[in-house]
């Protein structure tokens, strides 16, 4: 099976230090992907730049705060509601923000066991599996947590699905696949 590493977060809300944090793990990691589950709210040009200089490709939802006229002076892509994407291990990650759709039921497209549902918009990291077998997956915040935890992302292998603090890089909630 081929190894992959995604770097998730959420509600970044324009802290350029935050994502450019994000983008250090992902290089510290060797990470394929960074996955953001909505409110990027690029609010300058830094911060396309930090996603333009990142070490491998983003992929990135559309949150409730995210205005399309912050992406495109920005100079990034606007994105859309939800992502879709197969993982080398035949597996599917299914994100989108959580204010329009907050469970898999409403994805346009089925989950099932082994799949990851991933959204953000509530600020507080969750990691379970339903009883389809889908992974439900919110990374937390970097930038405005309303945990315990304080700021937190996630990182997805083929064999886990960890929640992490930002500041010590210590494993918060954690699952096998």
Request: hydrophobic letters at 40%.
């Amino acid at each position: 099976m081929e190894r992959y590493t995604y770097i998730v977060t959420s509600d970044i809300h324009g802290d350029a230090a935050m994502l450019q944090d994000i983008a250090d793990r992902a290089r510290d990691m060797d990470a394929s992907r960074i996955l953001i589950a909505g409110d990027l709210c690029p609010k300058s040009a830094a911060m396309a730049m930090i996603l333009h200089n990142a070490p491998c490709a983003y992929v990135a939802v559309k949150g409730n705060c995210d205005w399309l006229w912050d992406f495109k002076d920005a100079g990034l892509a606007i994105p859309k509601d939800t992502a879709y994407l197969a993982c080398p291990d035949g597996s599917h990650v299914a994100m989108t923000h959580g204010h329009y759709i907050s469970e898999p039921s409403g994805f346009p497209f089925p989950l099932a066991g082994g799949d990851i549902f991933i959204l953000g918009h509530t600020h507080v990291p969750v990691l379970y599996v339903d009883s389809n077998g889908v992974i439900h997956l919110n990374p937390g915040s970097p930038a405005r947590p309303r945990s315990e935890y304080k700021a937190t992302y996630a990182v997805i292998t083929e064999s886990s699905v960890e929640v992490r603090k930002l500041k010590g890089d210590r494993v918060v909630l954690s699952l096998s696949r």
